[in-house]
């Protein structure tokens, strides 16, 4: 992988999908930035080069998938990353998440339960040098990193029944979490703002689509 190609075509695709997530409603610069930073297809099977940049999720190790960019671009803008902001990331997936996170200028600590998909990222991973605040976890996402913690953003990249305890236990005060909360029907993306006395308040922003998330590590 760290033997890929971007080139000036893959930079072009790039940045017509963040000319799309614009007219999709994606707001905030720097998220924009990073998404037409990031090359995706690192994060792909070289087969999809060509396709890489479309809008849409993709089949990646273990049977799971690597998020639509509007997904990444929408959690990422919604959890309000500053730099230098500690990130509890649940689901590491290929890592392109992470690494949008980390291009915001966030210390990242991502966590995989898939141990066969913990270890392909840990072998493949291209960006180790750029991004060394990026730092990779085996492990239940539900019960989170709390030797690590408490973090100032929580980012769960899957769809889960409820919000884990856990994971509201290590939000620093006036700390964000985003996850998508199983609502029956669908999911709904969600984001948990933690009071300064503990207090939660709540927020929707529509219907959105994940792997469930599970518990334990397999």
């Known amino acids: ?12 695709l790039r940045q017509r999908l963040v000319d799309g997530l614009i007219k999709k409603g994606i707001q905030n610069k720097a998220v924009l930035e990073a998404i037409n930073k990031v090359p995706r297809h690192f994060f792909l099977d070289s087969a999809l080069d060509k396709i890489a940049y479309q ?18 671009a929408k959690q990422s803008e919604l959890l309000e990353v500053k730099r230098m902001d500690k990130v509890l990331e649940v689901g590491t997936g290929s890592a392109y998440q992470a690494t949008i996170l980390a291009e915001l200028g966030a210390q990242v ?3 995989e339960r898939q141990e066969g998909l913990y270890k392909e ?18 492990g239940d ?6 030797t690590y913690g408490p973090f100032d953003k929580i980012i769960i990249t899957a769809g889960a029944p409820s919000v884990p305890e856990d994971l509201i236990a290590q939000l620093k005060p006036n700390g964000m979490l985003v996850v998508p909360i199983d ?14 006395k503990g207090g939660l308040k709540k927020e929707t922003f529509g219907d959105c689509s994940f792997v469930p998330m599970l518990k334990g590590t397999e």
Do not use: W
Not at 55 to 72: E, N
Not at 141 to 146: A, D, I, N, R
């Open 121 to 138: 990222v840990q072998k493949s991973y291209p960006f180790r040098k750029r991004y060394p605040f990026i730092k990779f976890f085996f």
């Open 1 to 12: 992988m760290d033997n890929r190609e971007d080139s000036y075509k893959h930079k072009g």
């Open 141 to 146: 996402g539900y019960k989170g990193l709390p």
């Open 55 to 72: 809008d849409r999720a993709f089949d990646i190790h273990c049977g799971q998938t690597i998020s639509m960019p509007y997904t990444v």
């Open 183 to 196: 609502g029956g029907d669908a999911q709904i993306m969600t984001r948990i703002t933690k009071g300064p």
């Open 109 to 111: 600590y991502t966590i």
